[in-house]
């Protein structure tokens, strides 16, 4: 670094605050299983039944087997949740509804309450602002919101339409109204 400008030298450092948001990162897995019937997702009412699910069938617009709406079960399972919703009466070719349940996982252990509810929500939210699931219409005036930044979630088993990963840095405005974002030029040392 010798022999660089002190302008090169700058931006070579690493700076404190960018290892902070490095480390500040929420890497959320969900392991997704499925394809459910409406009435076996239903039957889905054990103490492992919480997380986010995906509902999929026809839409008069959209079409037929398409993705209509990613909810959350935190405080009731997955069964009881559903039960509340009425998808198999509400669409047209009832007997086609797809439920896809995801769970979250990950390699430290279950999180305390607070955080395990915290997580599937910022999934939910990030889900349905990536995705824009039709029957998620008020979801998606949702502000998006300065805890999903930071937020990445890996999908995996069989989670369906979906993207595998989904960041919230990629979906935020965070990159686009930063004032010192700007497009890398070649440093002058390198041009000759």
Known sequence: MKNLPDSAKRRRSIKLGDILKIISRVHIHVQWDGPFSYEKA????????????????????????????????????????????????????????????????????????DTWANQISMVERLLIYSHW?????????????????????????????????VSGARYSNRYASDENYSEYSMPKILED
């Not at 699931?133 to 979630?153: C, M, Q, R, W």
């Open 42 to 113: 239903l039957e889905l009412k054990s103490e492992a039944d919480f997380g986010v699910y995906q509902i999929y069938g026809t839409h008069p617009v959209y079409g037929s087997d398409v993705l209509l709406y990613v909810g959350k079960a935190v405080q009731q399972t997955f069964g009881k949740r559903l039960s509340q919703e009425f998808w198999n009466y509400h669409n047209q070719d009832s007997t086609r509804v797809a439920v896809y349940i995801g769970k979250l996982s990950g390699y430290d252990g279950t999180p305390d309450d």
């Open 133 to 165: 699931p039709a029957g998620n219409s008020s979801g998606l005036n949702v502000k998006f919101e300065e805890d999903l930044y930071d937020v990445h979630i890996l999908n995996w088993g069989k989670y369906r339409d979906l993207l595998p990963e």
